[in-house]
């Protein structure tokens, strides 16, 4: 397996049919980055909190930071159960076998929180993990294999 580091990497056959478009804001969004909309219902990857604005993964890349709010339109994966995702590890916690079906905390939006199981709204449902040499060689805290599911509103 080749280790890109730009955010969630679609693990589960996903064709264009799967793919659904939204206004963008004026970001630049990486492909693999977690959208959510913003108060003016334009998608962003720059959250205030991963809540309930959380729509999905963005498809493709796109810089629009110098353009308008509106002005283009961004593809991305709705967030769904059935499609299985590879992402990064975060913060100081290596992803190890004893987190396999956890669902863990969207530390930002390209990576998870392995150790942080207090989730608002949506979290991501680990399935497997790669902590082989090659693995943390692309990333020191590994990579885990899962699925986005909703949880409770904890505020």
Not at 57 to 69: E, K, L
Not at 125 to 132: A, F, G, R
Request: hydrophobic share 40%.
């Amino acid at each position: 397996m080749r280790y890109l580091l730009n955010g969630f990497q679609p693990a589960t056959p996903v064709g264009p049919q799967g793919i659904v478009y939204a206004n963008q804001a004026a970001v630049s969004i990486t492909k693999g980055d977690c959208l959510f909309a913003d108060a003016a219902g334009a998608l962003t990857n720059t959250p205030n909190a991963f809540a309930s604005t959380f729509v999905g993964v963005a498809a493709f890349s796109y810089d629009n930071s110098g353009g308008t709010t509106r002005a283009v339109k961004i593809g991305y994966y709705p967030a769904q159960a059935g499609i299985l995702y590879w992402v990064k590890g975060e913060t100081t916690t290596l992803v190890e076998a004893s987190h396999v079906g956890l669902t863990v905390d969207l530390e930002d939006c390209d990576s998870i929180d392995a150790s942080d199981t207090t989730c608002l709204y949506y979290g991501f449902l680990i399935t497997e993990v790669d902590v082989s040499t090659e693995a943390v060689a692309a990333n020191t805290q590994g990579f885990a294999k899962g699925y986005f599911v909703n949880t409770a509103d904890e505020s």
